[in-house]
């Protein structure tokens, strides 16, 4: 438990307040007194608490972000259908885990719980690795992507607005702040050479590069450990994915509802010899 002295800390009750004007209803005013009392690097961040005592960093300027600060919520079909899946001392990989959100919500509620964040970009990196350490360095932190070969490769960027849609697959509809080179990992060489254990559930949702990041994993896919993979689609490789994970003895994936976009549930099937 913090300490009283930490708890009513001039920072503490100023980013309390801010929380509290974000939700209701002044982003403007939050902008602008983050600004002048900040400054506009990643001093910027407010500390928010969610009522499980989950404790995040967030930047009022990007959308998940503002999300949570505004008291909605983000990605809540997955986080649900996530809690359904997982069960005690499972392995759980985040493949695009930007800030931590919906891994560390699982692994505070699960303290068995072994989970891998993978998250390329330097700045929301920078992000994860504070919201890990401020809530007891729950999750393994991997700070390179999983694709289908290893090397590395241009990423394109979003710092602000949504830095969930940086990716290695760039859409022309959208702007990006600026493009990097990241390091990528295949998901079966993770395994091999020991960095992370084979997985018993996967999230994946890195913009565009899902069958990429599959392609990666063949072997994982046909072990009977791997049982329940959740990803971000549909995209323009949809068909590939089904046939993929079909072939790896996973079941028809179903879609989880969603305004803006869908995430699909696999699950294993059958054991493949």
Not at 104 to 110: F, I, R
Not at 172 to 190: K, N, P, V
Not at 216 to 245: M, N, W, Y
């Amino acid at each position: 438990m913090e300490c009283l002295k930490n708890i009513f800390s001039p920072a503490r009750i100023f980013d309390r307040a801010l929380s509290a004007l974000f939700k209701f209803g002044f982003p403007s005013i939050v902008n602008a007194l983050v600004f002048h009392f900040k400054g506009s690097t990643t001093g910027q961040l407010i500390r928010w608490v969610n009522a499980d005592g989950l404790i995040l960093w967030l930047n009022p300027k990007n959308y998940i972000d503002r999300l949570l600060l505004s008291g909605r919520q983000h990605d809540s079909e997955v986080i649900k259908t996530l809690r359904s899946e997982i069960r005690p001392n499972d392995i759980f990989w985040d493949v695009g885990a930007n800030i931590g959100y919906i891994c560390l919500t699982l692994s505070c509620e699960v303290p068995e719980l072994k989970t891998f964040a993978f998250e390329p970009s330097p700045l929301t990196f920078t992000q994860l690795f504070e919201n890990n350490t401020i809530n007891g360095n729950l999750v393994n932190l991997m700070p390179f992507a999983l694709s289908s070969k290893e090397g590395v490769f241009p990423l394109s960027v979003k710092v602000n607005r949504n830095s969930g849609q940086s990716t290695f697959f760039p859409q022309s509809q959208f702007h990006y702040d600026t493009c990097i080179f990241a390091a990528c990992q295949t998901g079966d060489s993770i395994i091999e050479n020991g960095i992370a254990p084979c997985p018993n559930v996967i999230k994946i949702d890195v913009e565009g590069g899902e069958y990429d990041v599959l392609l990666g994993l063949k072997d994982a896919l046909r072990s009977p450990l791997l049982r329940t993979i959740i990803f971000e689609g549909p995209t323009s490789q949809q068909d590939l994915i089904v046939r993929l994970l079909e072939a790896s003895g996973f079941e028809q994936p179903i879609a989880l509802t969603r305004e803006s976009q869908t995430n699909f549930l696999a699950r294993k099937s059958v054991s493949l010899n």
